[in-house]
């Protein structure tokens, strides 16, 4: 999950937040304060923590280009590469959006049992928790980064900022490669670069690869996710003491990665909801955006030395 997305509801975001922070409400606001809370505890039997509605609601699936297709729901991206020696499957997400995935890959008349190697953002239930289904439905092969292979492995238990927290567990899947920095993947000719982002999570990965669309070579990338999320401890963190140091070395390689086709694990990274309305009236461009990427990269760096500055001021 990220901070980058629109909570619908601060309350929810706030009661995962993990910062130690009492909300002091005024006498005559408790009630109204306990009602919220109330509700919000009873919409937890429906929702995840940090579950915005765009993350279940159905997406019509399409071509990218080349052979990369969007296969994910409105916010939660998947991504199909597919190739004469089986596909390529980025991000499995909720456990409950496999079925969705599945009828996303059979609208576009492919098979989910072609599926021989799967792949993730990062170790985060939005982006992970379907893969042990994946894996049982498809017979696939598990890539992670290094980083990320024990919280994949233990179901998000040794996860350095949410291994206490239950709710965010998802089903423990075994990994069958072990991935490094740089690594590459590579099936029936279409060969993807992982780049360790680390911040976000330890293993984070930002997925590169060339496309040919009409005769032009497109680089293509899938951002992991250079966000900090609520309660994130940048200055003093035992747990994972070189955590800033790892968001900066993440944005100088970011910064520099080059890139025509930008993509990410959310679609609101990169604005997918108003480039498809493009995409589906014949730009075909619609998803080359160079400045967009750009942009959203420089955003979100400055964000985290916002949060950095913050953290650090306040440690003294
Ligand atoms: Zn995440």
Known sequence: MNSNNPAPCPILARLFSHKGE???????????????????????????PFETPGWTKPFPPFRIAGNLYYVGSEDLASYLLVTPQGDILINSNLESSVPLIKQSI??????????????ISHAHYDHCAGSARIKQLTGAKYYVMDADVSVVESGGKTDFQYGDQADMYFPATHVDRILHDGDTV????????????????????????????????????????PNVNPGYKLVDNKVYPRMAEDYQYGFSVLNFLPCDIFLGSHGGYFNLTAKYPRWKTG?????????????YIANREHAFLTELHRQQAGSH
């Open 106 to 119: 059979e609208t576009l008349g492919f098979h989910l049992s072609d599926v021989k190697i799967l792949l």
């Open 186 to 225: 590579a099936l029936g000719g279409t060969v993807l670069t992982a780049h360790l982002i680390p911040g976000h999570t330890r293993g984070t990965t930002t997925w590169t690869l060339d496309e040919t669309e009409a005769g032009r070579t497109l680089h293509t990338v899938i951002v992991g996710s």
């Open 283 to 295: 730009d075909r461009d619609a998803f080359i955006d160079l400045a967009g990427y750009k942009a």
């Open 22 to 48: 009492k909300p002091t409400p005024s006498s005559w606001l408790r009630p109204v304060f306990l009602f919220v809370l109330l509700a919000a505890s009873l919409s937890l039997a429906a929702q995840t």
